[in-house]
């Protein structure tokens, strides 16, 4: 069974502090790999984009990195700020069954002043 | 702009009586698909829609109807509600490109909640 599993479920760090949030997944075939970010209340928002072939990928402060051997990213955000408290969802797409996604129930992440 | 338009935003119905929440997208995106998210169990698919008149069941689609009659619209059908379906809902398109590189849009959501 495909399943995407993330870690921590929860997170507080200070304002200006690094993070990383990791999600391990058993899908296959494997397509690709997103994170989306989640506020609260509204809808989840593509933050990267991970296939196959790639093991870093860099959005502005966020960075998401994969090891397709071992099924496992990771999303490093630096330097955070008080905006970047959300919920971090991990999604991974299959390469079949019409391109099906499996969500992790994500990480949710509070940064305090 | 482009964007994922859900209707309404938040509704409080009663057992068993019939609702829609419509989903609208200007993307002129094939790909739509509706979600449900609860405490807890992160983002579901309730139903997916390749292209028109083309619907397939997702994950939980018991107690969900959805009809795909014209590419920008897909709404969602709760015949006889119940209050296991009290949820918060996303309505979401695809941009095109294969399932290599398509990225979901979502809406802001439509919390429902069934007496």
């Known amino acids: 069974k495909n399943q995407v599993e993330q870690s921590p479920q929860s997170l507080i760090i200070l304002e200006g502090k690094n993070c990383t949030l990791q999600c391990n997944y058993t899908v296959s075939p494997f397509s690709n790999l997103r994170w989306y970010k989640q506020d609260t209340g509204r809808g989840p928002v593509s933050l990267t984009i991970?296939?196959?072939?790639?093991n870093t990928k860099s959005n502005g402060r966020y960075t998401a990195t994969l090891d397709a051997d071992t099924k496992q990213s990771s999303l490093h955000i630096t330097a955070s700020q008080l905006s970047d408290s959300a919920s971090y969802i991990c999604v991974v797409t299959s390469n079949t069954n019409a391109g099906k996604s499996t969500f992790g129930d994500g990480t949710t992440l509070t940064v305090k002043p | 702009e482009a964007q994922v338009t859900q209707n309404p935003r938040y509704l409080i119905t009663v057992t068993g009586k019939k609702l829609t929440v419509t989903c609208s997208q200007n993307m002129n995106h094939e790909y739509m698909s509706w979600y449900r998210q609860d405490p807890g169990l992160g983002l579901r698919q309730i139903y997916y829609?390749?292209?028109?008149?083309?619907?397939d069941k997702g994950d939980v689609p018991e107690g969900y109807k959805v009809s795909r009659k014209e590419k920008r619209n897909f709404p969602l059908i709760l015949e006889s509600p119940s209050p296991n379906q009290t949820s918060l809902y996303f309505c979401a398109s695809r941009t095109p490109g294969g399932v290599n590189t398509g990225e979901l849009f979502f809406g802001e959501g439509s919390r429902l909640t069934v007496l």
């Open positions: 829609s390749m292209n028109v008149e083309v619907t």
């Open positions: 991970m296939t196959f072939s790639e």
